[in-house]
């Protein structure tokens, strides 16, 4: 019957095996095409599978059926929201809210979609207008208290999500969240414990079948730490300025470590950290969420205690006055250093600039200066400029080359995303770095070029402080309103001169 083949893929998809879910799913819907609760699952596990099409293809198609199906509403929603369609989103949910002005869930997602427009006015309105209809709506206290986060307003943030979490205690999101706020106001040890939320969270963190230990903190005599990869590459660099303090201690204590990292780190981690074993990362993915593949630990030489890369700020940074400053934690190739200053050449000082991440689009687009404003940056800047924006197109520098009236030099013969040791020896012989928040600022700063990071608002990561207290070479530039680009960048010019 269908009922049974659609109860079972619910029972699949809530035990992530969506592939399967899918086939019991088809059963269902072979025998009733019309079955809305199936198109529904269906669109819920192809999102859940990153296929954003057919799942807006499912949730259309109940909407066809059933144009009052206000989860397909807000799922197609949420759909167009992650690729960047916020007005689309709002233009699909306002005339829904006209018919149930009450609804909590069309409250948050359009308060969600206007907080990525950037209308944090409206999208407060809408969040306080779902917690007027259900004051212990948990999404709706965190979105809140995100949105009053990143405004600074932080002892009402501190309120909601303390009540979210007591209303939803096992969503690890908000938990995470809630780090975010205990970090940026000094709380090191408060953010630190939440922080380990994330482990809770799926695909966060690589998945593994490690019969070891996990390591709290504890003396390392006897012990051989494997110390996990995490999180993408600017992460990795982020937390390996720990590596040699743990290295040390490791030493010190009649221990020792294998750090484990994304493949493009490897040569430069052993080279700067040469009492590790570094070996690089195997992971696949698994249903959709990465796993890790230790059948290589015991060629390593094995192992009998293990930790995350992210959480070893918690046994190591406990307050501010445990981050060494200054603190350079990455050692580039001599040789290949000197061989770019000589192609740099010595008539006066060389910047380099990074103005956006790999990845953009949608609320991401909002994180970083429009490339017009790097523009008129450049034409005020004084010294000869390098691109060390890892995958710039042609129509990128010329579009800045003409709007800044300057010569941008793009080195040549390197591949300035894949060979990260070569791009680390490559930044270290530039005089200063302009970076948009992206891992080539954690890269150039590891190195101890200093470094002006231009960023919307201020980053979890700077734990309140003007600068980055993981990678202290790096100085943190934000405008003084949303969207003021230009003082943001004056801060870097009168820093430069």
Known sequence: MPSTAYATGLKLSSEGRHLEAIGQYEQALAQDPQDTRVLFALGNTAGALGMAGPAEQFFRQVLAIDPLRLEAMVNLANLMRANGQFA??????????????????INLTLGSAFREMGDNGRAESHYRAALAARPNYAPALSNLADLLCDRGEWEEARTLYDSAIHHDPKNPQIRLNRAVLHLLTG?????????????????KVPAADLRLAPWTGEPLRRKRLLVRAEQGVGDQILFASLISELAARATGEGGSVVLECEPRLVSLFARSFPSVCVHPAEIASAGGHPRADY???????????????????????????????????????AAEAARWKQVFGRGGRTIGICWRSGKSGGHRSLQYAPLEEWGAFLRDLQGTIV??????????????????????????????????????ALLSALDAVVSAPTAVSWLCAGVGTPTFKVLYNTSWTALGQAHEPFAPACSLAMPKARGDWPSAFRKVLAALS
């Open 295 to 333: 059948g290589w630990l015991k060629g390593a030489g094995g192992a009998n205690a293990w930790t995350l890369m992210g959480t070893l700020p918690r046994y190591l940074r406990g307050s501010l006055d445990r981050f060494p400053d200054p603190h350079v934690f990455l050692a580039p190739d």
């Open 187 to 203: 709380a090191l040890k408060e953010g630190w414990r939440d922080y380990a939320a994330r482990i809770d969270i799926a695909g």
């Open 387 to 424: 691109s060390v924006q890892y995958d710039a197109t042609q129509e990128e520098i010329a579009a800045l080359e003409q709007i800044s009236r300057r010569r941008i030099i793009v080195p040549q013969g390197i591949d300035q995303k894949n060979e990260l040791d070569r791009s680390a």
């Open 88 to 105: 689309a989103a709002i233009a699909l949910l306002e005339p829904a809210l006209a018919q149930v002005p009450q609804s909590p869930e």
